[in-house]
């Protein structure tokens, strides 16, 4: 067994157990603990603060156009880019990738469970970044000569926690800044890189290139990238954020709005089909079994969550800089995130998939036998389940593997293939015609194919479903196809910047919990240190990258959730006083002389370049 199948087993093993460990529900299946405590803390939030993320939905938004914005009140950077910065580190992989995750898992009807999440999620991001304001540390680079990418502003839950709950509960401060630094390393940055050399790899032929060669120049060139804003702190990645989010966002969402547009007439199916397998599952492409709702309900939070970050306590550290004395001020920007992340991003996304119908469709794929997208599986009435000892040898004949039934098959992306073939057209780059059908052995244990004839192949070729970004960046080329052969490169570019920009800000995470943990001098290992998992997740294989940061994802939002239920109180009384008072009405005025302030700037610059 190899270093690689031994980390895997490790890590599907910590899975079970962070996503599995809950409540028995008398159908063999449990309700995971995580997802109770995300989902009932969620619920709780809402009924607690009066369904706020409803009534206060417009404040925020008038918020973040900055007529509030008063410059001389502590923070780094205005409430935009506080909101940008924040939308860079969720709006990303987690609307491409994540949802095609979600659906091929657990079908369309895991769509529905992340609409859920982002609802009660809007108020769970409320609350815990309402209190990351309220217990920020400001000034923490000192007044010297200290340097600017430190920051002046340090917050998150690690803050709220030791500061709100008291010493006895500064264990738990500790364990969470140190799961968030551990996240950041991972579901902001080791994941980003890897969709980017996933999707960028299905270019691999196309530039004659090996596909593990093409990933290391691509993981390359997206760490150096990244290396080269985060060395500028806060400040450069609000500048930076503050750019790339809305262009990139509004790219991606045009996309998709013109094939939904192209297939009109698709749409209240795929909403009817949402709807209707949210409760009485299909199952997915790669679903451990037919119409388990559990399967369906767990495998849409889990996306869901790392779609919005709502409950693992990471956008707080990003709101924690923006420039406000009102805590509730910057609360109720950040409830726009998951609406416009998950419930406006995330579903033009699944809907684009289940309209195209690539959800379920396979395509013409290269097979590399030592690929870490294959697996060995057994297919039966139930479903699609794994199986960690295949035969030593599949014999294949014509193409057929000769297996009998409950015999574990080869599998790419988790869903069995039936039918293998030695070369294809355009290398088979989601679009090619196979060509001759094999015949011969398929060695397990040397991960080689041997034809009749004792010829070798590393690779084979054959129908597969496509699944993450690929399977996304599939749609996309589909559902466009009536207007040019174009559509596939919106997501590659959306992809490209979607992952830059969100490790630019779970930069920014890690560094606080760093400063926290450590101290100021551990910001600059911290970042080498985070360029260089980037680097390293780009070129790992998709599941175990992606199942560790479901580990991750699991941990990190316990204690986080636990120390906002046990704030409430303070919360509520922090929410009601800013209402009561109309605490932003203060800030017109300010607001306004700033402006005013900014526009005589800018045109005195301009009349000196003139002049000169």
Request: hydrophobic share 45%; glycine share 12%; aromatic share 10%.
């Amino acid at each position: 067994m190899s270093v690689l199948e031994i980390l895997a087993d490790g890590v599907d093993f910590l899975v079970d157990f962070v996503w599995g460990f809950g409540i028995p529900t008398g159908t063999g299946n449990d309700i995971p603990i995580v997802v109770i405590l995300l989902l009932g803390a969620g619920l709780y939030l809402t009924f607690r603060l009066g369904f706020v993320q409803f009534r206060r939905l417009a404040h925020g938004f008038a918020v973040t156009t900055g007529i509030y914005d008063d410059p001389d009140e502590p923070g780094d950077i205005p409430h935009f880019q506080a909101l940008t910065t924040a939308l860079s580190a969720t709006v990303g992989i987690g609307n491409i990738a994540g949802v095609a995750l979600a659906i091929h898992y657990g079908g369309p009807g895991a769509l529905l469970w992340m609409w859920v999440t982002a609802v009660l999620g809007m108020a769970t991001k409320f609350s815990e970044v309402t209190l990351a304001q309220y217990y920020r540390d400001v000034a923490i680079a000192g007044e010297g000569d200290e340097p600017g990418w430190l920051g002046t502003v340090s917050g998150g839950p690690m803050y709220y926690i030791e500061k709100g709950l008291g010493s006895n509960w500064t264990w738990m401060a500790v364990l969470s800044a140190a799961l968030l630094g551990i996240t950041s390393f991972l579901t902001g940055n080791a994941n980003q890189a890897n969709t980017v050399t996933d999707t960028l790899e299905t270019y691999s032929g196309l530039v004659g290139l090996d596909p593990f060669v093409m990933s290391v120049i691509v993981a390359a060139i997206v760490a150096a990238i990244i290396a080269v804003v985060i060395i500028g702190g806060v400040t450069r990645i609000g500048r930076v954020t503050s750019i790339i989010a809305p262009v990139m966002a509004a790219i991606y969402v045009l996309g998709g709005l013109t094939i939904l547009g192209l297939n009109a007439s698709e749409v209240p199916g795929a909403f009817a089909r949402i709807f209707t397998e949210a409760f009485n599952p299909q199952s997915g492409v790669a679903g451990t079994g037919a119409g388990i709702f559990l399967l369906t309900m767990i495998y849409g939070v889990q996306r869901g969550l790392f779609s919005n970050e709502a409950g693992m306590g990471s956008a707080p550290i990003a709101h924690s800089a923006a420039q406000t004395d009102e805590p509730v001020s910057e609360g109720v920007v950040a409830l726009l995130e998951p609406l416009i992340d998950t419930i406006i991003v995330c579903t033009i996304t699944g809907l684009v998939i289940v309209v195209t119908g690539v959800w379920d469709d396979t395509v013409p794929t290269r097979l590399d036998l030592d690929g870490g997208a294959h697996s060995y599986r057994v297919e039966n009435e139930g479903g699609i389940i794994a199986d960690e000892t295949p035969p030593t040898e599949i014999r294949i004949v014509d193409g057929e593997p000769q297996v009998q039934q409950g015999t574990p098959e080869f599998a790419w992306n988790q869903a069995v293939v039936d039918s293998f073939f030695v070369d294809c057209t355009d290398d088979c780059e989601g679009y090619g015609d196979l060509q001759q059908p094999f015949t011969g052995t398929l060695n397990t244990q040397q991960n080689i194919a041997i034809s009749e004839d004792g010829t070798e192949y590393g690779s084979l070729y054959g129908p597969a479903v496509e699944n993450g970004a690929p399977l996304t960046q599939l749609a996309f080329s589909r559902g466009l196809s009536p207007l040019g052969d174009w559509g596939g490169l919106i997501v590659v570019f959306s992809v490209l910047l979607f992952a830059i920009s969100t490790s630019i800000s779970w930069s920014y995470y890690g560094d606080r919990c760093a400063i926290y943990l450590f101290g100021e001098d551990a910001v600059l290992p911290y970042k080498v240190a985070f360029v260089t998992v980037n680097f390293l997740g780009g070129i790992a294989p998709l599941a175990t990258v992606w199942a560790i940061g479901d580990i991750a994802l699991g941990l990190v939002i316990i204690p986080n959730l636990v120390a906002v239920i046990l704030l409430s109180n303070k919360l509520k009384e922090i929410t009601d006083s800013y209402f009561d008072r109309k605490a932003w009405l203060d800030n017109v005025e300010p607001a306004r002389q700033a402006k005013e302030k900014r526009k005589a700037e800018k045109e005195r610059r301009k009349q000196e370049g003139n002049g000169s």
